[in-house]
């Protein structure tokens, strides 16, 4: 298994923008696809979006147009940019990666590591 280190995060004011980062370390990054998943204040963890292993990427309706995804092979990083924040995106977000899994791998119990999840809060 990958151990996956996150940054970033914080308070933003809505239209604002963040950048999550995540660094892997303990396996072959580049054999891992790369999820993001955001869970609010009492809600269940959801999916945000993910980055293949070789290439492509997929991303949750409500995040589409406004975050991004990409990732750094050689440093073993994979980033979330987040766009024109708004409240509801407030929550708690973590990394999480699947050895060769694809951009269709949406259901976090199929991830094998976590990040340790960091706070984003958005303020009206």
């Known amino acids: ?8 995060g914080g308070l933003v004011q809505a239209g604002g923008s963040l950048k999550l980062s995540c660094v892997a370390s303990g396996s072959t990054f580049s054999h891992y696809s790369m999820g993001w998943f955001r869970q609010g204040a009492g809600e269940e963890r959801e999916f945000v979006g993910v980055i293949g292993w070789n290439t492509g990427t997929r991303y949750a309706d409500a995040v ?5 995804i990409s990732r750094d092979n050689s ?9 024109s924040l708004q409240s509801d995106d407030t929550g708690i977000f973590y990394c999480a990666g699947r050895r060769f899994g694809s951009i269709y791998v949406t259901q976090q119990k199929l991830y094998d590591s976590w990040g340790q999840g960091t706070q984003v809060t958005v303020s009206s």
């Not at 298994?1 to 970033?8: C, D, N, P, R, W």
């Not at 589409?64 to 991004?68: A, E, H, I, L, V």
């Open 1 to 8: 298994q990958v151990q996956l280190e996150q940054s970033g």
């Open 75 to 83: 440093k073993n990083t994979v980033y979330l940019q987040m766009n």
């Open 64 to 68: 589409k147009g406004r975050y991004t």
